[in-house]
Every structure is written in structure tokens, then in C-alpha cells.
């Protein structure tokens, strides 16, 4: 399969499945029951779209790499967790329905924000003699029939053929490791001589990245404490970002794509790492309060 193969038909295919399989996730009982508690919403939305790239953006500021390497850290601030985030939710044991309804909100506000966000950055990181073009236009069309579309229609069949809606969302699963570790692949093999010379800085980049989330993140938690359950779930949203659609933007709008999708490679085989830390850091917690409350009844 040669590149323009893949990358106009493989690639754009592999990752409308991926949203048709996020969108079947949703049913209106989840959404019925996330949507009970707005404040606990908002604060999973403002850290999905405000904190992260905010946090990203600062972290880019003191890191000296390549500016392809910065925009690709923005990028990847851009995209939300997708399924990923899903199932590190269900496994910590945190509220699924808000994980499910975060993820297909910041999926829906990401045609919107990531425009803004890649332009304003690609002005900040690039100077007047080498400039970044950002086509706006063409991101907002792959954004559209890439995200918005798929995810409506999965909701649709979702609430109009359950059984249907089911089956997808278990197939999407497994569907989008296995895409995951193939765009992971072909970054890597395309730029392997720089992901070499750099991997140290990427990978002290995304540590960083995510240990300022968590911090922010944990600010703002303390001015209205969510449950255990719900805190969980917006650390674990905020945390985990879909390398998969900053691969498929980078790869195939944005100019030396494969240099721009490096970070989000190299954060492909680390999410995994940090989503584990969280729910084991989680279920400590969780084992904790319920030996507390068992020692408060006897």
C-alpha cells in the first residue's frame, strides 16, 4: 500500500470507524445521567479544552526542540481522549456515562477549538522567515466528516438500533489499538532518525505535559470537590489524549506531517503508562475510603 493510499482512504476510513464507535458508546440513559450533575460536566470540559492546551502551552515555551515537535504537542492538546480515555475509565471503575459524555462533547468543540489553538501556536512558535501555514479550512472538513459526522451517526444508530449500537461500540475497541499501534508505526518508521536524536526531549516534554494537568487539574477539583468517582474520571479525560487523530491531522493536512505527528507517536506508548498510574493511584484511594467507612460502621 503506497502512502497516498493510505493516507486518502485507510487512514480517513480506520478513523471514522473510530468515532462511529464513540458515538454507538452513548446512549440517551448515560447521557440522561451524566447530564444531572452540569458542574461536574463543565469541569471535565474545562479541562479537556481550556487546561490542557493551556498547560501544553506553557510547557513548550521552556523546551528547546524542533518547532515542529512544539506544534505537535499543541496538537495533540487538541484532541480528546476518545475511546482510550473510555477504557481506562471502565477499568479504574469510574463514572462511564461522564467519561462517555466528555469525550463526545470535547470531540464535538474540538471542529472549533483546534483551528483556533493550531493557528494562534503555529504565530507563537514559527517567526516571520519560516512561516507554518495552518489550513484552517481543510482541518475543519477532515474534522467534520471525521468527528462530528460519525460520532451524530453512531448516536443515532445507538438510540435507534441498540442491539446494532452495541455491537459496534465493543468492535471499536480492539479496531482502534490496532490503528493506534499502525499510525504509531508509520511515524516511527518514517522519522526514526528523529525520533532517536529527540526522544529524550519528547519524552521529558509529555512528562512534564502531564504532571502540570494533573496539578491544574487538581486546583481547580479543590474549589468544588467532585466524588471520588467523577474526579477520577476527569483526571483520566484530561490525561488521555487521542495520538490517534493528532497522527491523522498531522499526517494528512499539515505540512511535514510526519515530523508534527512525532510527539503524539511517542505519547502513544506512554498514555498507556499514565492512564495505569491513575487507576492504580485510584483504586488505592477507592480501597481507603471503604475501609474507612467499613471501621465508621463497626
Known amino acids: 500500500m503506497n502512502d497516498s493510499v493510505l493516507l486518502t482512504v485507510f487512514v480517513p476510513l480506520a478513523m471514522f470507524i473510530l468515532m462511529l464507535g464513540l458515538g454507538s458508546n452513548l446512549s440517551t440513559q448515560a447521557l ?3 447530564l444531572k450533575n452540569k458542574s461536574v460536566i463543565w469541569m471535565g470540559l474545562i479541562a479537556q479544552v481550556v487546561i490542557v492546551p493551556a498547560c501544553a502551552a506553557i510547557v513548550v515555551m521552556f523546551m528547546d526542540m524542533p518547532n515542529e515537535f512544539k506544534l505537535g504537542i499543541m496538537l495533540l492538546a487538541c484532541c480528546p481522549g476518545g475511546t482510550t480515555s473510555n477504557l481506562f475509565t471502565h477499568l479504574g471503575k469510574g463514572n462511564l456515562a461522564l467519561s462517555v459524555a466528555l469525550t463526545t462533547f470535547s470531540s464535538l468543540l474540538v471542529i472549533i477549538s483546534m483551528p483556533i489553538i493550531l493557528s494562534a501556536s503555529s504565530e507563537l512558535i514559527f517567526n516571520e522567515a519560516r512561516e507554518f501555514d495552518i489550513p484552517e479550512i481543510e482541518i475543519l ?15 443515532f444508530i445507538r438510540h435507534q438500533y441498540p442491539r446494532v449500537g452495541k455491537f459496534i461500540s465493543s468492535k471499536t475497541g480492539v479496531f482502534g489499538l490496532a490503528f493506534l499501534v499502525f499510525l504509531t508505526s508509520v511515524v516511527v ?18 512528562l512534564l505535559l502531564n504532571v502540570s494537568i494533573v496539578s491544574v487539574v487538581m486546583l481547580m477539583l479543590k474549589i468544588s470537590p467532585p466524588n471520588l468517582q467523577d474526579r477520577f474520571t476527569i483526571y483520566i479525560e484530561a490525561n488521555i489524549q487521542s495520538s490517534a487523530l493528532a497522527m491523522f491531522i498531522a499526517l494528512t493536512v499539515l505540512e511535514n506531517g510526519s515530523m508534527v505527528a512525532i510527539p503524539a507517536g511517542g505519547y502513544s506508548l506512554t498514555m498507556y503508562f499514565v492512564g495505569a498510574i491513575l487507576t492504580v493511584v485510584h483504586r488505592h484511594q477507592k480501597k481507603k475510603g471503604l475501609q474507612g467507612n467499613h471501621a465508621v460502621s463497626v
Open 32 to 34: 440522561t445521567e451524566a
Open 141 to 155: 472538513k477532515r474534522l467534520f466528516f471525521m468527528t462530528i459526522l460519525p460520532i451524530m451517526l453512531g448516536i
Open 189 to 206: 518508521v518514517n522519522e526514526w532518525d528523529n525520533l532517536l536524536k529527540y526522544l529524550s526531549v519528547i519524552g521529558m516534554t509529555i
